[in-house]
Each structure stands twice: as structure tokens, then as C-alpha cells.
């Protein structure tokens, strides 16, 4: 019997880019169109077929366990990751959730974007991951914030060189991406660069709608897009 990947919510972070609306609440609960970032994310990856899902507490997290409580009327687990004050950054996060996440390889999800990207494909690459493959990145084009990009991809391969691409908040690891890494806070991004460099690492380029909700103006244009668009 083949078991359903989970999937993990990185929801610890301060939001430094979103003060003021961030000092008295965590970013995942900040709303855009009616839903806040976090809910939304639930209820896809619920109808996309994920429902055992991890979430990191970090900044104000008792707040965002009280608005979510077990995750049953989202039609999800949620199984709670609480790294206190400061947060362990995304590595760091990710390592001390791997007893909650299980030995296959498993969804990562960046709280603060929003984005209408499939959650299924996402499942379907957690499952069809190639056993030398410690990584899948989506990456979508370069928005006016990050022209320089992140990754670059070729072929389904996310590679050393060539055009780069800014990755998309989304992707799929295999717990073993963080065999030699030691407990406390460190960033996930090095951990990649090692599988891209070993060949080790699997991407894609999404063409479709995407928001980094990092600041007051881009949070603004994300809930135009939602309020225009109900059905994305």
C-alpha cells in the first residue's frame, strides 16, 4: 500500500518586510481576498489529496494554533512543529519537523506566497521523485523584485548555470537532503546547492499566476489579483 506524501507549511518567520501588520499577528494569518495565507494553502493541498500537514510555530505562533486548531474543518491533520522564538530558519525548521514528516519524500510549501500553481502536479512529483534525487524545485519567472533569479533549469534539471529562475516557494525533499546537517537554525538554500552541484537535484518553471506576499505593496496586488479572479 502506497502511503500519501505530507506535506510541511514553513510558517515560522517574523515578516520583517510586512510591519506593521506583522507585529501583533503572524504573516501566514495575513488575508488576502477573504482567506488568509495559511487557510488557503490548507484547503488545496486538501483537494489536491494531502492531508497530513506540518506546520513550524515561530513568531506569535500560539496565535496561528488557535486560528487552526487540529485542521479538521480544513480537511487536514495538522501535526504542530513549535521552534519558540527565534525560529530555526528553513533548514533548521525543516530538520527538527523530519520525525513528523516520515521517511518518503514530502511537500514544502513557503506560507507567504500565493500562487494558483496545481498542488497535485506538486504530489505527483513527491511520488515519481528519482531515488537519486534529494530535490524538486518549481521556479516561475523573475519578478520585478528579484530580477537575478535563484536556479536555473533545463530539461526538468535544476543546474549550475544558465538562465536562472526565482524559485517559487515551492518543492519537494527527500529527508535525506538533511543526513549531515546538525540540529539548530541554518538556511535550507546551501543544502540544495550541494544536490544541484552532485546532480542530485530535480526543477520545473511554472508560467502561471504567482505572489510573493513579502511586503504592503506586492500583499496589495496579490488581493487584486484573488478579488478579480474568486475561482484561482
Known amino acids: 500500500m502506497t502511503t500519501t506524501p505530507r506535506a510541511m507549511i514553513l510558517a515560522a518567520g517574523r515578516g ?38 506540518v506546520v513550524n510555530l515561530g513568531w506569535l ?15 487536514v491533520s495538522i501535526a504542530w512543529s513549535d521552534e519558540g522564538w527565534p525560529a530555526l530558519e528553513t533548514g533548521g525548521g525543516v530538520q527538527r519537523a523530519l520525525p513528523l514528516l516520515g521517511a518518503a519524500p514530502f511537500l514544502l510549501v513557503n506560507a507567504d506566497i500565493w500562487t494558483d500553481y496545481p498542488l497535485a502536479d506538486l504530489l505527483a512529483r513527491a511520488r515519481e521523485l528519482a531515488p537519486r534525487d534529494l530535490v524538486h524545485l518549481v521556479t516561475v519567472a523573475n519578478p520585478a523584485h528579484h530580477p537575478r533569479g535563484d536556479f536555473a533549469v533545463r530539461d526538468g534539471r535544476v543546474t549550475a548555470g544558465g538562465e536562472r529562475w526565482t524559485f517559487a516557494g ?63
Open 61 to 75: 505562533g500560539a496565535q496561528l494554533r488557535q486560528a487552526l486548531g487540529d485542521g479538521g474543518r480544513y480537511g
Open 170 to 232: 515551492l518543492s519537494v525533499q527527500r529527508p535525506e537532503l538533511f543526513a549531515h546537517s546538525r540540529p539548530g537554525a541554518f538556511p535550507i538554500a546551501p543544502l540544495w546547492r550541494e544536490a544541484i552541484h552532485a546532480g542530485r537535484a530535480a526543477g520545473e518553471r511554472y508560467a502561471g499566476r504567482w505572489f510573493d506576499v513579502g511586503t504592503p505593496e506586492r500583499l496589495a496586488e496579490a488581493a487584486a489579483w484573488a478579488a478579480a479572479h474568486p475561482d484561482e
Open 16 to 53: 520583517e518586510r510586512l510591519r506593521p501588520l506583522t507585529d501583533h499577528q503572524p504573516k501566514a494569518l495575513t488575508r488576502v481576498a477573504g482567506d488568509t495565507l495559511v487557510e488557503r494553502h490548507l484547503r488545496r493541498l486538501a483537494r489536491a489529496g494531502v492531508h497530513e500537514i
